[in-house]
């Protein structure tokens, strides 16, 4: 096993916190080979930005879900399986269409995996991140939404946004989560973020869902839709399939990548 870097350490720490919710400083150590003296900086450097808690002999997962997780930190985690999942959602993006993306690392990864051979396609996004990423795109405009600046996503909330996207229609919004529950619908960690999205799916005709399997069986602080307002969900193929049938169940379609 090559030798990782500190940002890829970090990675596979929320990975691991992410799917068990805890972790012990000697598994880390024996998994990501490297001393106990530097997993114990590693958990010292991630609890100061708030995405887990020390305790002894180990730490435990701050849960994303409920509580929001910085667009540097949130991009460091599942990064093959939003890739993936973004991948398999560009493809449903047709020239001469208006969509609305917003704010996220998934959200991102969906931007950066657009087509080069897209043409005549508008984007509506809150997301400076993506903004950016499209600004050099041939065949797409970027409509920036404004708003008030969010620095933990780089994201444009309330008022403005929200008074923006309503005077818009869109043939599909993308939007992420951070907890998908079949009683409680897709939600997320942040009310404004939540406001942005519930107006992009009300202005667009259809809603597509893009979320990676850790998102499943966790419910956030804010609402974002319900199962039935949404046309469908992107995720990747981690998703035990008896999850997967019982959202199907439920009425709504599901795309694995």
Same mark, same amino acid.
């Given at each position: 096993?090559?030798?990782?870097?500190?940002?890829?350490?970090?990675?596979r720490?929320?990975?691991?916190?992410?799917?068990?919710?805890?972790?012990?400083v000697?598994?880390?150590?024996?998994?990501?080979r490297?001393?106990?003296?530097?997993?114990?900086?590693?958990?010292?450097?991630?609890?100061?930005?708030?995405?887990?808690?020390?305790?002894r002999?180990?730490?435990?997962?701050?849960?994303?879900?409920?509580?929001e997780?910085?667009?540097?930190l949130?991009?460091?985690?599942?990064t093959?399986e939003?890739e993936r999942?973004?991948?398999? /959602?560009? @493809?449903?993006?047709?020239?001469?269409?208006?969509?609305?993306? =917003?704010? +996220?690392? *998934?959200?991102?990864a969906f931007?950066?995996?657009l087509?080069r051979?897209?043409?005549?396609?508008?984007v509506?996004?809150n997301?400076?991140?993506?903004?950016?990423?499209?600004?050099?795109?041939?065949g797409i405009?970027?409509?920036v939404?404004?708003g008030?600046?969010?620095?933990?996503?780089?994201?444009?909330?309330?008022?403005f946004?929200?008074?923006?996207?309503?005077?818009?229609? /869109?043939d @599909?919004?993308?939007?992420?989560?951070?907890g998908i529950d079949? =009683?409680? +619908?897709? *939600?997320?960690?942040s009310?404004?973020?939540?406001?942005?999205?519930k107006?992009?799916i009300?202005?667009?005709?259809?809603?597509v869902i893009?979320?990676?399997?850790?998102?499943f069986?966790?419910v956030?602080?804010?609402?974002?839709?319900?199962?039935?307002?949404?046309?469908?969900?992107?995720?990747?193929?981690?998703?035990?399939?008896?999850?997967v049938?019982?959202?199907e169940?439920?009425?709504?379609?599901?795309?694995a990548?």
């Amino acid at each position: 096993m090559t030798a990782l870097n500190a940002m890829q350490r970090h990675q596979r720490i929320l990975e691991v916190l992410e799917a068990d919710g805890k972790v012990s400083v000697m598994h880390l150590s024996d998994s990501l080979r490297v001393s106990v003296v530097t997993i114990r900086n590693d958990l010292e450097q991630l609890e100061r930005q708030q995405v887990l808690r020390r305790i002894r002999g180990g730490a435990l997962a701050v849960r994303a879900a409920r509580f929001e997780r910085p667009l540097h930190l949130a991009s460091q985690a599942f990064t093959e399986e939003k890739e993936r999942i973004a991948k398999l /959602a560009a @493809t449903l993006v047709r020239d001469g269409e208006t969509i609305m993306i =917003d704010a +996220g690392s *998934t959200a991102l990864a969906f931007a950066r995996a657009l087509s080069r051979s897209l043409n005549d396609v508008a984007v509506v996004t809150n997301a400076l991140d993506v903004a950016l990423v499209l600004a050099e795109h041939p065949g797409i405009r970027v409509v920036v939404t404004g708003g008030t600046l969010r620095g933990m996503q780089r994201s444009l909330t309330a008022p403005f946004s929200t008074l923006v996207i309503g005077q818009l229609n /869109a043939d @599909t919004a993308y939007v992420s989560c951070t907890g998908i529950d079949l =009683d409680k +619908g897709f *939600t997320t960690g942040s009310w404004e973020e939540a406001e942005v999205e519930k107006a992009m799916i009300a202005a667009a005709s259809r809603c597509v869902i893009l979320a990676d399997h850790s998102k499943f069986g966790h419910v956030g602080s804010a609402r974002v839709a319900e199962l039935s307002m949404v046309d469908l969900l992107v995720t990747d193929s981690d998703v035990a399939p008896e999850t997967v049938a019982s959202f199907e169940a439920k009425g709504l379609q599901v795309l694995a990548a």
